[in-house]
């Protein structure tokens, strides 16, 4: 396992470099870069109406500010090697360094990224497993309903749905309509600070994970019925082997072999978020940072969230093959 864990890290190297060499580059064409963002903004209209444009001097001189001074390919290499220093740039807009600016998103997003990884899995499963042992029962299609239900409306529609009725709109008051915590949270106590929070994430949370509830109860429920109908059942079960034994025992762990993949979420939960979601409550997560630095050509920005987020998913495959493992201890890995 060892020496596949380390040729899996050393593949990462010439994955990372292939993102980076594309999306570096897609950067480099695509129009309406920061040099013609200033060009246009210092580009003004005197009295007669006429155009009044910046000269060919001032136009190299931004270029340079910019970094766009070079050849692209030179441009790269010059990135990567500061990249490989730590050293990821200065945002265009706010001009602090890009790991600064990614690193004040990383809380808020690693709040609702892991509470909503784990909220599914310990819904879902328990859930998953109850529609097994109640096949075509009346919970069975009522869960069913309900969770497709979920999984069929967009995140961000029953966000605003929520809101006009719970959130103070038409109908109850219950939850707070935006942000992360409120406007007095300094002069809180501890617990308070802990409940204001959790009071601000219900919805968002409920937003998030609604969508992946229908996908990962399927699979589970699947998966054990799957399990149930194999011959070392039958045969457990022939031999007077007590029925929640061969179920929780034997039967369960094999099912969730599937679900074991899916563990290597748990590092792209640092980044999980729906840009519509985080638009409508206003949480100033890392989607809304990435949509921002994408309209605004916030190139640095941009590149050092595809770096990092590449990076951790990269690392969550080989957490989901270490979780097989586990799970599995028949799998091996040469």
Known sequence: MLKYILKRLLLMIPTLIGISI???????????GPIEQAIAQMTTKGDAGLTKRINEKEIERLKKIYGFDKPAYIQYF???????RGDFGESFRTHKPVLTEIGEKIPISLIFGLTGFFLSYIVCIPLGVKKALSHNTAFDTASSIAVYAGYSIPGFALGVLLLVLLGGGSFL????????????????SFLGKIFDVIHHMVLPVFCYTIGGFAVLTSLMKNSLMDELNKDYVRAALAKGVPYKKVIFRHALRNALIPIATGIGGLFGAFFAGSILIEKVFTIPGMGLLGFESVVQRNYPVVLGLIIIQSLFNLLGRILSDFALVVVDPRITFD
């Open 78 to 84: 010059v990135w990567m090697k500061n990249i490989l």
């Open 22 to 32: 594309v999306c570096f580059f897609i950067t480099r064409i695509l129009p309406g």
């Open 173 to 188: 008051n219950l939850f707070p309509l935006t942000g992360v915590v409120s406007n007095n949270f300094e002069n809180l």
